[in-house]
C-alpha cells in the first residue's frame, strides 16, 4: 500500500510539474505586462525597468520558470516591490497580496460549497439507485429513471436561475446565496450556501442514481450473490454486504471525479450564484490577467483532480480484494 | 470480418417461421430493426431531427415568420420596450407578432435568435464532435494496437489531459490563441472566435474517447479473428482497417450521440461565462448569459434558451441509450 500510494504521488508531482510548466509557458503569450501592474498607472520608464528587474521579467523564459518553482518552496522576495513567504505561488499586484493568501482566503467558500451539495447528493443518489435497482421495472423505479433523465440533461446556470427568481426574489423561501464562516455562525452559514446545494444536488444526484441502479443491477445477477441467497442469506443483507459492495466501486470513481473537478472551482455555479469561491477568482483572474493567480488556481484546480484520482484508487482496493494493488 | 449478432448465429424459436429471411439481414439491418421497436428510441429520434431540420430551414423560418435575428425592433418601433429597456408586454412581451417576446434592450425577436441559435450551437458541437471522434479513435487504435512505449506515451498524454481544468483552461486561453492572430485593438473575426472554440473543445474532449477505445482494441487485439488475419499474413493496415475498425463503430456511434450534447452544452457554459460566441451571432449559450442578468425582471428571456436545451440534451441522451441497446443487446440498461 505504501508503495502504491508513494508511486503514485511521485508521478502527481511530475504531472502538476508538466500542467504548470505548460500553463507558464502558454501564457507567456498573454498581452499583459505584470511590471506594468506592480508598478500602477502612472509609471515613468526607468521605474518600469526596475519593476520588471524585481520581478524577474528580464530573465530568460526558462529561469524565471525555476524561480517560480523554487518560490513553492523557498518564498521569493520581489525587490521593494513586496514579499511572499514560504509557500509562494507568486505575487498578486491586483489583489496587493501574495497568492496563496488569497487562495486559503477562498478555498473556504468552494469546499463548504463542494462538501455540502456532496454529501446531498452522494447519499440521495446512492439511495434512489439503490431503491431503483430493487424495483425494477415497477412504478418507482420509472419515476427514479425519468427523474434522473431530466436532472442529468439540467443546466446550473438554467435551474440556479430559475431558482433564485422564485424562491429568493419572489417567495422569500430561502436567503441569497452568502458566504458566511461556519467558525462564525454555522446556521447563517448552512442557510446562506441552502440554495447552491440544493440546485447542485439536483443536478448531480441524476448521474448516481444511473450508475448506482445500472451496477446495482448487474450486481444482483451476479453469481456470488446467487449463493448467498441459496444459503438462505436474508434478501437485505444480501443487498447490504454483496451487491451494495460491488456497486460501490463505481460509485466512488464518479466521485472522485466529481468532488476533484467541484473543490478545483466550481466556476458555473459560483458565478451563478455570485460567491466568491475559487471558480469565481479564476475567472476575474482572466478578467484582470493577473498571470499569477490564474496559475495558481490552475495548478490547484488540477491537484484537486489528481489528488482525488489517487484517493478513488486507494480506495478500490479497500473495497474490492481482486484489485489489491497488482 | 465482424463478430456476428447473436441473433444471426441461429434462428430463434420465436423467429423460426421466418427463417429463411433472417439469414440474409446485416448486423446494420438487425440494429435499425431492433432500434424499430423501440418507442422511446423513435421519439426521441423525431425531436432530434426536428431540431436538425430547424437548424437547416432557419432562413426559410425566417422568411415565412417575417423577421430576421439581427434587427432590433423593439428599438426601431416606439411602444414595445419601456425606459428600462425591458418589454411592455406581460411574459417578456409575448405575441401574435412577437411569438416568443422580445430581447430586453436591443430589442431582437426572441424566436429569431433561437431558431438560428441552434445553428450556431450545433455546427460548433458538431464540427468538435467529428474532430474528437476522429482523434480519440486515432489515438486509441495506435495505443491499443502498438503496444510497448507508443502505448505508455499516448497513455500518459491522456492522464495528463483529464487532469486539465479544462473549462478554466479555455476561458484563459481564449484570449491567448486570439492574440495570436488579432492584435489587441482589431476585432476578433466571428469565424475565428468559431474555430478556436471548436480546438478548444476538441483539445480536452478527445482523451476520454481515446481512453475507451484503447481499451476496446486492446481486448480485440488478443481475439482469434484478429491471430487469424496475422496467421495469414494480413498486414497491419489490413487488421486495422478490416478487423478492429468494424468491430469499433459501436461504441464509436454510441460515444459520437453521447458526445454531442456533451460539447452543446460545453459551448453554452463557455457563452455563459463570456467567452462564447461574439454578437451578433445568435448562439443559445449567449441568450443563457443575457438572460442571467435579466432574470428579476423578464425570467421569459431565459425560459425559452432553457427549455430548448434541456429538450435537446433529453432527446439526444435518449437517442443515445436507444442506440446503444439497438447495437448491444446484452446490455440492459
Known sequence: ?????????????????????????????????????????????????????????????????????????????????????????????????????????????????????????????????????????????????????IGFSLQIYFVGTLALYFLVYQNQILTRPQYRPFTEDPLAWAAGLALPWVVLSIIFTANYTRMTRSTMVEQLGEDYVRTARAKGMKGRSVVMRFALRGTL????????????????????????????????LSINAVTDSDLPVLMATVLVAAGAIIVFNIIVDALYAFIDPRVRLS | MTIPAPAVAGPGKTLAAKAPETAGRSPGRLMWLRFRRDRTGVASAVVVIFFLLVAALAPVISWLYGKDPY???????????????????????????????????????????????IRTSLLIAAAATVLVTTIGIVMGIVAGYAGGKTDYAIGRVIDLTLSFPSTLFIIAFMPVVENLFVSPDEETPVWLRAVTLVIMLTAFQWAGIARILRGQVLSLREREFVEAARVTGASPARIVFKELLPNLWTPILIQATLLLPALVTAEAALSFLGVGMIEPIPDWGRMFLRGTQVYQNDITYLMFPGVALLVFVIAFNLLGDSVRDAFDPKIKR
Open chain 2, 71 to 117: 434587427t432590433l425592433y423593439g428599438q426601431d418601433t416606439p411602444g414595445l420596450l419601456n425606459d428600462f429597456g425591458y418589454p411592455v408586454l406581460p411574459n417578456g412581451g409575448i405575441s401574435s407578432e412577437f411569438w416568443f417576446g422580445i430581447e430586453p434592450n436591443l430589442g431582437r425577436d426572441v424566436f429569431m435568435q433561437l431558431v438560428y441559435g
Open chain 1, 1 to 149: 500500500m505504501l508503495r502504491f500510494l508513494t508511486r503514485r504521488a511521485l508521478g502527481a508531482v511530475v504531472t502538476l510539474v508538466v500542467i504548470s510548466a505548460v500553463t507558464f509557458f502558454l501564457f507567456f503569450a498573454v498581452p499583459a505586462d505584470p511590471a506594468r501592474l506592480a508598478c500602477g498607472k502612472v509609471c515613468p520608464p526607468e521605474l518600469l525597468e526596475q519593476a520588471r528587474h524585481n520581478l524577474g521579467l528580464d530573465q530568460p523564459l526558462f529561469a524565471q520558470f525555476t524561480a517560480w518553482l523554487a518560490g513553492i518552496f523557498v518564498g521569493r522576495d520581489y525587490g521593494g516591490l513586496g514579499h511572499c513567504p514560504a509557500p509562494c505561488l507568486g505575487y498578486s499586484f491586483v489583489n496587493k497580496a501574495p497568492v496563496f493568501e488569497t487562495i486559503l482566503d477562498r478555498l473556504p467558500v468552494t469546499v463548504s460549497l463542494t462538501v455540502g451539495a456532496a454529501l446531498v447528493f452522494l447519499l440521495f443518489g446512492v439511495a434512489t439507485g439503490i431503491i431503483a435497482a430493487l424495483n425494477q421495472g415497477r412504478p418507482l423505479d420509472k419515476i427514479a429513471s425519468v427523474s434522473s433523465l
Open chain 1, 249 to 280: 466501486t463505481t460509485v466512488i470513481t464518479i466521485f472522485g471525479v466529481d468532488l476533484g473537478a467541484l473543490i478545483g472551482g466550481a466556476i458555473i455555479t459560483e458565478t451563478t450564484f455570485g460567491l466568491q469561491g475559487l471558480g469565481r
